[in-house]
C-alpha cells in the first residue's frame, strides 16, 4: 500500500503557540471586532497617512484656484493668463492663451489696450495692438510696451466682449 492517502501531519500548532503568548498577541488574534474610525484604517499611524494626504490634496486644490483666479481671466471662453515684465530697460506684456479642451471659443482679431494709471503730474498714455487667436490648443504673444511705468491698465476687446485687468509688474 502507497502512503500517498494519509493526511498530512502537521507540526506547527497556532493554537499552542497563542497559549504561550502574552495576552496582547492573543487579543490580536481573536475574532473581536472593532469599532470606530481605528477599525477603518488599522492603526493610528495610517489615520495621520491618510489626514496627510486629505490636507495636501485640498491645500494643492485650493492654491490652484486662487492662482487661476487672481492671474487668468477667460475671453471668448479662451482662458488668458497676463504678465507685464521688465526685459532690460524696456517693459514687455505677455499674454498665455489657451483653449477649452472642448466645446465654442474664439477665434479672431483681439484688440489691446495698455495705459498706465495717471499720475497728478503726467497724463496717462495709452498704447493700441491688435493681436489673432488662432484655432491652436495653446498660443502664447509677447508686445513690447512703449512706455516703462509701474501700473497698468489692460483693456482685452473682441466684437462680442471686453475684458480690463489692472497689472503690476
Known amino acids: 500500500m502507497s502512503d500517498d492517502n494519509r493526511d498530512p501531519v502537521f507540526y506547527y500548532s497556532r493554537e499552542r503557540r497563542l497559549q504561550r503568548a502574552s495576552q496582547a498577541v492573543r487579543d490580536m488574534h481573536e475574532a ?29 486644490v485650493l492654491g490652484r484656484y486662487i492662482i487661476t483666479r487672481n492671474q487668468g481671466i477667460t475671453l471668448g ?4 493668463s497676463l504678465a507685464i515684465t ?21 477665434i479672431g482679431g483681439v484688440d489691446i489696450i495698455v495705459s498706465f494709471t495717471e499720475s497728478e503730474t503726467q497724463e496717462g498714455e495709452t498704447f493700441f495692438h491688435q493681436i489673432y487667436f488662432n484655432p491652436l ?3 502664447t504673444f509677447i508686445i513690447p510696451l512703449p512706455f516703462v511705468e509701474n501700473d497698468f491698465f489692460v483693456i482685452l476687446r473682441i466684437p462680442d466682449e471686453q475684458k480690463a485687468i489692472r497689472l503690476q509688474p
Open 32 to 60: 473581536k471586532k472593532r469599532r470606530g474610525l481605528l477599525s477603518l484604517f488599522g492603526s493610528k499611524g495610517n489615520i495621520m497617512i491618510f489626514a496627510c494626504l486629505v490636507l495636501i490634496i485640498t491645500m494643492s
Open 137 to 139: 490648443e495653446s498660443e
Open 77 to 80: 471662453r479662451n482662458a488668458l
Open 86 to 106: 521688465h526685459e532690460g530697460e524696456h517693459m514687455v506684456l505677455g499674454l498665455l492663451k489657451k483653449a477649452p479642451a472642448s466645446g465654442e471659443f474664439y
